[in-house]
């Protein structure tokens, strides 16, 4: 009776083993559903572009300009490095920030400028690697046009995107007003589409 014993236990073990083993989720999938801002660190380098509606009058409640003849657009692109501290804390670096605004703007003249911009930031890694990044009182430092000498804080950037194994994309998707608010002159509201295409720069052997 004893050797029967042994031989079901035995067979109930492997038994066991079998059902872990085929019910054991895979390495890639159980990586894709952790949530951790830890996989997030280091820095990222890329570029930014996207465009503005900008209205001085203000926006209605379906987004549109109350004045459409002191409203504007233009287009923007930037060479940009992310600093992620792998905590949900970080520094970006707009290192040469373009902006546009091309002919057709109502009254306003066409023109070009170039600045600089930092500001601080929180991010957030979800499951199936998605990322969040809040941007906060990211400030311009205008070199050229006829804002020059001159800077401009922008209040609230929300970012939504997707973490890959060697870097990671951005995109502004909410539609929420900005405000920006320049050393001389008065707070203006704007709505702008941002995308950013980011790399690690860390070191691949």
Same mark, same amino acid.
Do not use: W
């Given at each position: ?24 989720i895979s390495p890639v999938k159980a990586d894709s559903d952790i949530a951790s ?12 572009s996207g465009a503005c509606l900008v209205a001085l009058s203000g926006f209605n ?39 546009? /605004? ?87 509201? /704007? ?10 720069? /860390?070191? /691949?052997?």
């Amino acid at each position: 009776m004893k050797h029967v014993h042994t031989i079901v236990a035995g067979g109930g073990f492997a038994l066991a083993l079998a059902t872990a083993m085929g019910s054991q989720i895979s390495p890639v999938k159980a990586d894709s559903d952790i949530a951790s801002n830890s996989q997030l660190k280091g820095k990222y380098a890329g570029i930014n572009s996207g465009a503005c509606l900008v209205a001085l009058s203000g926006f209605n409640q379906n987004d549109q300009p109350i004045d459409p003849t002191t409203s504007f657009s233009n287009v923007f692109s930037a060479d940009v490095v992310f600093t992620f501290d792998g905590h949900g804390r970080g520094n970006a670096n707009f290192t040469t920030y373009t902006e546009l /605004r091309p002919p057709g703007n109502a009254s306003f003249v066409p023109l070009q400028s170039l600045s600089t911009a930092e500001g601080n930031f929180t991010y957030s890694v979800g499951p199936k690697h998605t990322v969040t990044v809040t941007l906060t009182d990211l400030t311009h430092k205008i070199f050229t046009g006829i804002s020059a000498g001159t800077t401009a804080v922008i209040d609230h950037i929300a970012l939504d995107g997707h973490l890959g194994t060697n870097g990671l994309t951005l995109v502004k998707t909410d539609g929420a007003v900005e405000i920006v608010t320049p050393s001389a002159g008065s707070p203006r509201q /704007r709505i702008c589409e941002r995308s950013f295409v980011l790399l690690s720069d /860390r070191e /691949r052997f």
